[in-house]
Structure formats: structure tokens, C-alpha cells
């Protein structure tokens, strides 16, 4: 049985990928609010990867994750009008 811990793929394991980097982006809101600096090198490449591997499930799977996907951007396009409104302060 495969879970999102074995690192073999699948619906569960793009869920649960989406999940960590919903709590990692609103962790990073809360940090911007605040005034400090966030580092999202690797963001890009994450998310793309999570593309990938969306794209290549059965097409039902992938499908359905094209909402959560959605969300995840919209959950980042925040965070970069959060970034602009409350630059860092030094």
C-alpha cells in the first residue's frame, strides 16, 4: 500500500506535499506580516515538481488535484502581495 511517507507518488503523497507547503506559506505570511524577511529559493521548483508529477498520474488522479493545486498558487500570489505590502524592516 502506497502512502505519501514511501515517496513512491500517487494522489496521496501530491496531497499530502500540498499540505506542508500550505503550512509552510502561511507560516511565511505570518512571518512577512511580522515584518521579517522570507527566503522562498526552491518554491518554484517545488511547485513545479508537484505539476509533474499531477501531469503524470491517471488522468481521473490528476484531475483532481488541479484544485488543489489552484488553491496552492493563490495561497503563493497571497503571500507575494503580503511580501509587498509589509517589505522587511531592518
Request: some cysteine; aromatic content about 2%.
Amino acid at each position: 500500500m502506497e502512502t505519501p511517507e514511501s515517496g513512491e507518488g500517487g494522489a496521496a503523497a501530491i496531497t499530502a506535499a500540498l499540505g506542508r507547503l500550505a503550512d509552510a506559506l502561511a507560516l511565511a505570511r505570518v512571518l512577512v506580516q511580522s515584518g521579517l524577511a522570507v527566503d522562498l529559493s526552491g518554491l518554484d521548483r517545488e511547485v513545479g515538481d508537484l505539476c509533474a508529477e499531477a501531469v503524470a498520474l491517471p488522468r481521473a488522479e490528476g484531475r483532481e488535484m488541479a484544485t488543489p493545486l489552484a488553491d496552492l498558487l493563490a495561497q503563493i500570489d497571497d503571500l507575494e502581495r503580503a511580501m509587498e505590502r509589509y517589505p522587511p524592516l531592518r
